[in-house]
């Protein structure tokens, strides 16, 4: 068995029935590196105390219903990175909380997808068409995707058009009942997310490992497997991994080179826009890449010392 100071957990949650999870695939490449892998819950926190310390590092994996009481959530975390190493760090995590991380990176220069940003109470309204269209030119929006700026798995998202306003509303008013107190996000719905997909890079410690192509499933504009979407392994582009570095260089100068990352773009009008930077728990979709979970274990165990 190996000794304690070579123990890494995987930060979990109690149940992931009905998810796709992956991270086990890395399980054999810790034990090849003289590691052992043990899952924890976030929430054993509220059963009993959990002795951190015994771990050399804590990876937050799967933790995937955390949105439903992020601020527990960050509080295990605090207590864990008080205790051990914890990856990505306390202050990435507090940094990639909430989406307002992207207007950070769109003043480096990082293309992101037009975005308004509406306040807890705010309305949601004809007028964000306008906003949109002011931002995203020359045509105008006539359809939008609105979640939660703390959201995961697609949770709250919902798409509308402007013709949905028009007639009953009823889209409307699910949406504002799913958003109720909460602040949010409204971008233009690009139509390449249907008729081509999200790609999503991976990045360990800094380096680029893989990449994926995630399409809907018909009827749906979600890519996540749980509501349908498809995955395929692709070889990226240059313009698509160019998109890549320069986001990972901005991270670098605002905060720190994770260990992971997830790193997702849509095509809009010719470039690689991006829609979200996944620092805290994104899938890694490992059986897409069979070396990438010899590069993870890699990376952690380099960085755990």
């Known amino acids: 068995m190996p000794q304690s100071h070579s123990i890494c957990a995987f930060l979990t949650t109690d149940d992931l029935d009905g ?20 899952e924890v819950s976030w929430r054993e926190e509220a059963r009993a105390a959990v002795d951190w310390s ?13 949105q439903a009481d992020p601020e527990a959530f960050m509080a295990v975390l605090a207590r864990i990175d008080a205790a051990t190493r914890l990856e990505n760090s306390l202050a990435l995590c507090r940094w990639n909380l909430e989406k307002t991380y992207l207007r950070d990176l769109a003043a480096r220069d990082v293309g992101i997808v037009p975005t308004v940003w509406r306040a807890p109470g705010a309305p949601l309204d004809a007028a964000l068409f306008d906003e949109l269209s002011a931002l995203d030119g ?29 007639r009953s509303g009823a889209e409307w008013a699910a949406a504002e009942a799913d958003l109720a107190g909460r602040a949010a996000m409204i971008q233009p719905f690009l139509p390449a997310i249907v008729s081509e997909g999200e790609y999503s890079l991976f990045a360990f410690d800094g380096a680029l490992s893989h990449a994926v192509l995630k399409t809907p499933g ?13 995955i395929r392994a692709v070889s990226p582009e240059p313009a698509l991994v160019t998109a890549g570095e320069t ?22 009008r010719g470039r690689f826009l991006l829609m979200e930077l996944e620092l805290i728990e994104p899938s890694l979709y490992f059986p897409y890449d069979p070396e990438s979970p010899r590069r993870f274990a890699e990376a952690t165990v380099r960085r755990a010392g």
């Open 54 to 66: 015994r771990f050399a590092v804590v990876v937050i994996r799967t933790p995937w219903d955390y």
């Open 247 to 268: 986001v990972l260089a901005a991270l670098g100068a605002l905060a720190e080179t994770p260990l992971y990352a997830r790193i997702d773009f849509v095509r809009h």
């Open 19 to 38: 998810f796709f999870t992956y991270d086990r695939l890395t399980i054999p490449c810790f034990e090849e590196l003289g590691w052992a892998v043990e």
């Open 138 to 166: 020359p045509a105008p929006v006539d359809e939008v995707v609105v979640k939660p700026v703390v959201s995961a798995n697609a949770d709250r998202t919902h798409r509308l058009g402007r013709g949905d306003l028009r």
């Open 218 to 230: 018909p009827g749906d504009f979600r890519v996540q497997e749980e509501h349908g979407g498809r």
